[in-house]
Nanobody, 124 residues
Framework: QVQLVESGGGSVQAGGSLRLSCAVSGNKDSTYCLAWFRQAPGKEREGVAAIDSDDITTYSDSVKGRFIISRDNAKNIVHLQMNSLKPEDTAMYYC??????????????????WGQGTQVTVSS
């Protein structure tokens, strides 16, 4: 069983930065595709960034050039560095994992494992 625990959310002014972290526990012998999704009130959950088992990264157009996803395999942690934050980045952010290298080419429901989410609020 894979467990994901996010941390690092909070409130920041527009233009600021935050770093989210997701600690992955469970099957240490497996590699995962790890992704960050977000969901704003009244909107569908959307993929933001993903890093697959070969460390290939993909980003949504809305965050490309501002967000960076990375993984620390020794610590089983994936980070999302968020820079130049905008009010429209405000959402609950979720970490997701799967044994299949979906990247962002999959619906959220395709990912089997999810964290509980961490809130990011960006004020103008």
């Amino acid at each position: 069983q894979v467990q994901l625990v996010e941390s690092g959310g909070g409130s920041v002014q527009a233009g600021g930065s935050l770093r989210l972290s997701c600690a992955v526990s469970g099957n240490k012998d497996s590699t995962y595709c790890l992704a960050w999704f977000r969901q704003a009130p009244g909107k569908e959950r959307e993929g933001v960034a993903a890093i697959d088992s070969d460390d290939i990264t993909t980003y949504s157009d809305s965050v490309k050039g501002r967000f960076i996803i990375s993984r620390d395999n020794a610590k089983n942690i994936v980070h999302l560095q968020m820079n130049s934050l905008k009010p429209e980045d405000t959402a609950m952010y979720y970490c997701a994992a799967d044994f299949v290298d979906y990247g962002l080419d999959a619906a959220p429901n395709d990912y089997d494992y999810w964290g509980q989410g961490t809130q990011v609020t960006v004020s103008s």
